[in-house]
């Protein structure tokens, strides 16, 4: 069964910067796309980045520029880069692996993303 586990939310000025890590485990991690969502208070859950398993890239136009999603499969982590945040990036920011039908089959728990002014 699948597990991933984020880490590296906090607390940030605006203009700051941090680095996500989702480790991931019990999947062949290379084989899998994955994905980074956010959800703030109030609002849906929002597609923020995708690699999939070649190493191809998206991003919601909102951070592309600014942020950078990665893997490290001899790690079997993903990274999101967050870089110039602004207070609309504050969120719990998700991973995700392993594209399905109509949804990815594997979530992390979450970290928190607060950026003040």
């Known amino acids: 069964q699948g597990q991933l586990v984020e880490s590296g939310g906090d607390s940030v000025q605006a203009g700051g910067s941090l680095k996500l890590s989702c480790v991931a485990s019990?999947?062949?991690?290379?084989?899998?796309?994955m994905r980074w969502y956010r959800q703030a208070p109030g609002k849906e859950r929002e597609l923020v980045s995708t690699?999939?398993?070649?190493?191809?890239?998206k991003y919601v136009d909102s951070v592309r520029g600014r942020f950078t999603i990665s893997r490290d499969n001899a790690k079997n982590t993903l990274y999101l880069q967050m870089d110039s945040l602004k207070t609309e990036d504050t969120a719990v920011y998700y991973c995700?692996?392993?594209?399905?039908?109509?949804?990815?089959?594997?979530w992390g728990q979450g970290t928190q993303v607060t950026v003040s002014s």
């Open positions: 995700a692996a392993c594209r399905m039908t109509l949804n990815f089959r594997y």
């Open positions: 690699i999939e398993a070649d190493g191809t890239t």
């Open positions: 019990g999947y062949p991690f290379s084989n899998c796309a």
